[in-house]
Each structure stands twice: as structure tokens, then as C-alpha cells.
């Protein structure tokens, strides 16, 4: 059980300890990554960014993700979903979020692309993976991008992580895996919902932190 989510992300830094110092890239996944990702990149001494990820809602039930879509257009989709949504329907919500990235983008990085991921260890980290659908969209950009190493890091996950990330990231790191797992805050004594501008803050002290602003 964690505090929240900077006792988590302190905890996750030190079990990442050998990419300190290491030009390693931190990539939160905002919202709720935002805040991990923040104390990660400070302990790690690493550079820090936000990867814009979002899953795709069931039409049914926008809580239930079919699959998610990276910022470059990278989309991961549940294997089932084929037999159980139209093409159509498909398109019409990737179309809806490809809009809310752009919007996320301006907002979080004041527009700004992504550090250089060619060759570096990328770190993508939230704050507990769930489904992993908007982790699995990030690899592939991630990917795409020609990474040297993809390190997935989050404080929480299934106990069958290992089986549904076996051959899409290089390294898997996760604190707890519960028997009984049903939602990523039931490890947090306190988890608040980030605000976009929570985000911000974020990424604004660690540009403060770097001395990256006057």
C-alpha cells in the first residue's frame, strides 16, 4: 500500500536506480502519470517528458477501453474488438481522441514535439496499469521512433503483467501485483484525480528543477 502517488513514484525510482545518470528519458502518461513520472525523472536525474496516450472508449461504456491511440498515431486495439465494433465505430471515437491529443499537447507541452527518442532508454511510466492499452499504444511509438530500450515502470499492475507484456517492452518494472486486482487505486491510501493543470505544475518544476527557466 502506497501513501500515494509520490510515495509510489519515489518507491518506483529506486527500484530503477541503474539508469541514473544515464541520459535516460522519462515519459509520463498524463494525467494520472504525470505526478510519478515527475519524481521518477528528478531521482533518476533524467530528462522528462509527457507522451499523450489515450485509450478508446466502448461506445457502451467510455469507462471500458477497446484499445488506445499515442500521439503520432499509433493505435492498439484488444484483439476482439473487430467482431465486436463496425469499422465505423472504430474510427468515429479514434477520430474524437485524436482531437483531445492535440488538445493535450498544446496544453501540457505548450505544443512542443517530444525529447528525441532515437537510441535512448525510454521510461514510460503511469500511475498503475490497468488494461495497458494506452501503454501498449505508447511502445509502439516508442518503437516507431526507433527507442534503444522501452522500460515500462508503474507501482501497480495485474499479477499477469509479465504474460501481457511478454515481447513489447525490453524491461518491465512494477511494485505490486495484486491477486485481486480491480482498479489502480485500491494500492493508494490517497488518489486524487490530476487536473491538466496538475500536469503542468509538474512538468513546469522539473523545467525549475534543470534551471530550464529564468
Known sequence: MFANRKDAAIQLAKALEKYKGTNALVLGIPRGGAETAFYVAIHLDAEL??????????????????????????????PYVKSELSAS??????EEQKLEIERRIKMLRKGKPLPNIKGRTVILVDD?????????????????????????????????????????????????????????????????????????????RWEKEKGLTG
Not at 53 to 72: C, T, V
Not at 89 to 94: A, R
Not at 130 to 151: D, L, N, P, S, Y
Request: net charge negative; proline share 4%.
Open 49 to 78: 517528458s509527457m507522451l499523450v496516450s489515450r485509450k478508446l472508449g466502448h461506445p457502451d461504456n467510455p469507462e471500458f477501453a477497446f484499445g488506445a491511440i499515442a500521439e503520432d498515431g499509433s493505435i492498439y486495439l484488444n
Open 89 to 94: 465505430t472504430i474510427n468515429s471515437v479514434v
Open 128 to 204: 498503475g496499469i490497468a488494461t495497458g492499452a494506452t501503454i501498449f499504444a505508447a511502445i509502439e511509438m516508442c518503437k516507431k521512433q526507433k527507442a534503444g530500450k522501452i522500460v515500462v515502470a508503474a507501482p501497480v499492475s495485474s499479477n499477469d503483467v509479465e504474460e501481457r507484456f511478454a515481447n513489447k517492452a525490453d524491461e518491465l518494472v512494477i511494485l505490486e501485483k495484486p491477486d485481486y486486482y480491480h482498479a489502480v487505486s485500491q494500492v493508494y491510501e490517497t488518489f486524487s484525480q490530476l487536473s491538466d493543470e496538475d500536469t503542468i505544475r509538474f512538468m513546469e
